[in-house]
Nanobody
Framework: QVQLVESGGGLVQPGGSLRLSCAAS????????RGWYRQAPGKERELVAT????????NYADSVKGRFTISRDSAKNTVYLQMNSLKPEDTAVYYC????????????WGKGTLVTVSA
């Protein structure tokens, strides 16, 4: 079994920072934790950032480029999302996403962590 647990969300003022963590456990050798998505109420879940399995390449949504940084610590089976210069429109539940290494159509999700950016 694979389990993804997100943490680090909370309430922050505009311009503030948060660091999200995604810890993977279980059958970790069969998955690749590839990135972060977010979903606001009434909106579609959207891709925020991805990172290659080796951590050598990253990709970001245009809305977060220059403000967010994704990274991984393979030894800890953890992927991070450093969020700086937060805006109210960043408010959403943030989800960690993983895919099976050999079956790319098999997706895994955490339960999400809520980020609220408000004055």
């Amino acid at each position: 079994q694979v389990q993804l647990v997100e943490s680090g969300g909370g309430l922050v003022q505009p311009g503030g920072s948060l660091r999200l963590s995604c810890a993977a456990s279980g059958s970790i050798f069969s998955i690749n934790v590839r990135g972060w998505y977010r979903q606001a109420p009434g909106k579609e879940r959207e891709l925020v950032a991805t990172i290659t399995s080796g951590g050598s390449s990253t990709n970001y949504a245009d809305s977060v480029k220059g403000r967010f940084t994704i990274s991984r610590d393979s030894a800890k089976n953890t992927v991070y999302l450093q969020m700086n210069s937060l805006k109210p429109e960043d408010t959403a539940v943030y989800y960690c996403n993983a895919r099976h290494i050999t079956n790319r159509g098999m997706n895994y999700w955490g339960k999400g962590t809520l980020v609220t950016v408000s004055a």
